[in-house]
């Protein structure tokens, strides 16, 4: 049984439990942000974030929320949202893709279908290759856009910025 | 007046089109038919097929995913049609102005196909159910 079905003998963590839970996977962290009481933020390089994400959602037991891409010029990143709803804690795991050319992560939707979406919608609008992703078809741009178009990236190829003047 | 207006007139049968709307707009529509205005006692009508329809409601901005499908709609209403573009986004792509995956207005899109199109137009953001009645009247009484 993994340890996801394990849901009755989880025990309930005050916010200092979970800080110290994290040290379970502290050496895959380049550094933790607490925001405030109840925001978290784990920086880590996208190599980890599978393990780290897995480590979120299946060891301390927190809900997936949603995940964001963001092109911040020098690197990509993609930040996962839980929120551990027993203290009210919203954990961010941001992984940050060094790889500009060809950025790729690993999908998470292996254990945690619900985010199979959110990784079809930021590989269409910001073109990061999602690794062993079961369904990569297109989700929200038009049937006709252009291949290779990501239009929230910073830097939008010349081609799309014509396409747009169309 | 030839009998093809007349019966428009008399009854217009409206079929809703939301080209990417954020469903506001569709819910003052909705509100149309709720027993506090009640549009069905002057005949509007909401039917669920473009071939029974005289009018055309369409809410949002028109997206490059819903153009041809607004366009397909379009052809297969009865002419002669109103469109009416509900709201500020359907009216002149509102907020969405300028955006990557915007294709147009509603009346950009509709006249490329024909130029002639009856557009009607409702702004608001949403517009309010009496806005909506009055643009249904003042574009009937122009036909």
Known sequence: MSDFLRLKERRIMNHQQLIAELAGIKDRLTGIDETSNNRLYLNCKAEDSFAVNKFIFEHVGARFLIATGIDAEDCFEVLYHFSYDQTGCVITVKARIDDRQKPSIESISTFLPAAEWIEREIHDLFGIEIINHPDMRRLILSDDWPEGVHPLRKRVPAEAAQEKEK | ?143
């Not at chain 2, 990417?20 to 669920?48: H, M, Q, S, W």
């Not at chain 2, 028109?62 to 500020?88: I, N, S």
Request: hydrophobic fraction near 45%; include cysteine; charge should be positive.
């Open chain 2, 1 to 143: 007046m030839n009998w093809k207006i007349w019966s428009l007139k008399k009854s217009p049968w409206v079929f809703h089109v939301n080209t990417g709307a954020c469903n506001n707009c569709d819910i003052e529509i909705v509100n149309l038919l709720t027993p506090k205005f009640d549009v069905e006692r002057f005949g509007i009508k909401l039917v669920g097929s473009p071939r029974h329809a005289d009018a055309l409601l369409v809410t949002g901005v028109v997206t490059r995913q819903a153009a041809p499908r607004l366009l397909e709609v379009y052809r297969q209403t009865p002419k002669p049609c109103v469109v009416f573009a509900v709201g500020a986004c359907a009216c002149e792509t509102g907020i969405f102005h300028n955006g990557y995956h915007v294709a147009g207005p509603v009346d950009k899109v509709i006249r490329q196909i024909d130029p002639n199109a009856i557009i009607a137009y409702v702004p608001g953001c949403p517009p309010k159910p009496e806005a909506m009645i009055s643009g249904v009247v003042k574009a009937l009484s122009v036909l």
